[in-house]
Nanobody, 124 residues
């Protein structure tokens, strides 16, 4: 397993931006597809974005396309989620996760390792 720790969450006004970071340790970071998920109160955990091992391809859920950008720096064992034009409906706990497979029809169970989550709250 790889250990994942998210940071960068907080309170932001609608239209604002946040950048989440996920630091990995315990395994070679570049071995993993990395993803971001989120879970709002009363809702199921949903996929947000993922990035290939080398960072050459990305995939996003429709609701964040054009607003969020996932990236990674393998030299720093870190994956990022840049969130722009935030909306109140983006409010959720955001989780970083690692997978050994790349699927564009993303299923949660492909991700074996999860961080503890970081709260993002977008006010109106």
């Amino acid at each position: 397993q790889v250990q994942l720790v998210e940071s960068g969450g907080g309170l932001v006004q609608a239209g604002g931006s946040l950048r989440l970071s996920c630091a990995a340790s315990g395994r070679i970071f570049s071995s993993y597809v990395m993803g971001w998920f989120r879970q709002a109160p009363g809702k199921e955990r949903e996929f947000v974005a993922q990035i290939t091992r080398s960072g050459d391809s990305t995939f996003y859920t429709n609701s964040v396309k054009g607003r969020f950008t996932i990236s990674r720096d393998n030299a720093k064992n870190t994956v990022y989620l840049q969130m722009n034009s935030l909306r109140p409906e983006d409010t959720a706990v955001y989780y970083c996760a690692a997978s050994r497979t790349w699927l564009t029809d993303v299923i949660t169970t492909q991700y074996n390792n999860w961080g503890q989550g970081t709260q993002v709250t977008v006010s109106s």
